[in-house]
């Protein structure tokens, strides 16, 4: 258990660094109140379904994503800025590697889950859904922000971060999306050979399960 404690203290230091004299609190408050949700949960189905270590790793770096960008809104990280002006790019990118990390988290819970519970039949199904759960996760996230920017007094050049790009919401999606290929491609064996190492049978259980609706797999 105490892994999963040092996680939970990384999260908590992150979080109140995120939260010290933040550039505008209305937006530190709206970005970080997704990472308590998500918290909430993991916290509450703990005992139910605990996922692997490397899955808590890889929520956790994109918690302080959210943190960094929360912190200095997600135009202004320093860094990128460097990354900016040395490189001549035309606006802070800081935004689009987060997206590409957030793209990888739902391919990652969502394979876990459809895998350990025995919910579909058939790994590249599993595969397909788990994209196509990435992709739903990015479109409500950029509709919720759009929503928030309406209903919200905080101005939306600071929240929703677009830097006058006109196709930012639509390279946010890629880059989600190709964050989730990422995950398919380059980490689904260590992802399973993990799986495996925490949980054993995992996979002789889910054969079996993908055997009893079609004899011929087995």
Same mark, same amino acid.
């Given at each position: 258990?105490?892994?999963?404690?040092?996680?939970?203290?990384?999260?908590?230091?992150?979080?109140?660094?995120?939260?010290?004299?933040?550039?505008?609190?209305?937006?530190?408050?709206?970005?970080?109140?997704?990472?308590?949700?998500?918290?909430?949960?993991? =916290?509450?189905?703990?005992?139910?379904?605990?996922?692997? !270590?490397?899955? &808590?790793? $890889?929520? *956790?770096? #994109?918690?302080?994503?959210?943190?960094?960008?929360?912190?200095?809104?997600?135009?202004?990280?320093?860094?990128?800025?460097?990354?900016?002006?040395?490189?001549?790019?035309?606006?802070?990118?800081?935004?689009?590697?987060?997206?590409?990390?957030?793209?990888?988290?739902?391919?990652?819970?969502?394979?876990?889950?459809?895998?350990?519970?025995?919910?579909?039949?058939?790994?590249?199904?599993?595969?397909?859904?788990?994209?196509? =759960?990435?992709?739903?996760?990015?479109?409500?996230?950029? !509709?919720?922000? &759009?929503? $928030?920017? *309406?209903? #919200?007094?905080?101005?939306?050049?600071?929240?929703?971060?677009?830097?006058?790009?006109?196709?930012?919401?639509?390279?946010?999606?890629?880059?989600?999306?190709?964050?989730?290929?990422?995950?398919?491609?380059?980490?689904?064996?260590?992802?399973?050979?993990?799986?495996?190492?925490?949980?054993?049978?995992?996979?002789?259980?889910?054969?079996?399960?993908?055997?009893?609706?079609?004899?011929?797999?087995?």
């Amino acid at each position: 258990m105490k892994k999963y404690y040092f996680l939970l203290f990384l999260f908590i230091l992150g979080s109140f660094w995120s939260g010290i004299h933040p550039f505008r609190f209305g937006v530190w408050l709206a970005e970080i109140v997704t990472t308590f949700m998500g918290l909430i949960i993991l =916290i509450v189905t703990f005992k139910k379904f605990r996922f692997t !270590l490397f899955s &808590y790793i $890889a929520i *956790l770096i #994109s918690c302080y994503f959210i943190f960094i960008g929360a912190h200095y809104s997600f135009a202004r990280v320093p860094l990128f800025n460097w990354v900016r002006d040395y490189f001549g790019h035309e606006r802070n990118n800081f935004d689009k590697i987060g997206h590409f990390v957030q793209g990888i988290l739902p391919v990652l819970i969502g394979r876990e889950v459809f895998i350990r519970q025995r919910l579909i039949r058939g790994y590249k199904w599993i595969s397909f859904i788990s994209f196509c =759960i990435c992709m739903a996760t990015t479109s409500v996230y950029e !509709l919720a922000e &759009y929503f $928030a920017a *309406l209903t #919200s007094k905080i101005p939306p050049v600071d929240f929703l971060g677009t830097q006058g790009y006109f196709w930012d919401t639509q390279t946010d999606m890629l880059y989600a999306a190709l964050g989730g290929l990422f995950t398919l491609i380059f980490l689904q064996k260590t992802h399973d050979r993990l799986m495996e190492k925490e949980f054993p049978g995992t996979f002789q259980q889910f054969r079996s399960f993908v055997s009893e609706s079609n004899p011929s797999a087995g």
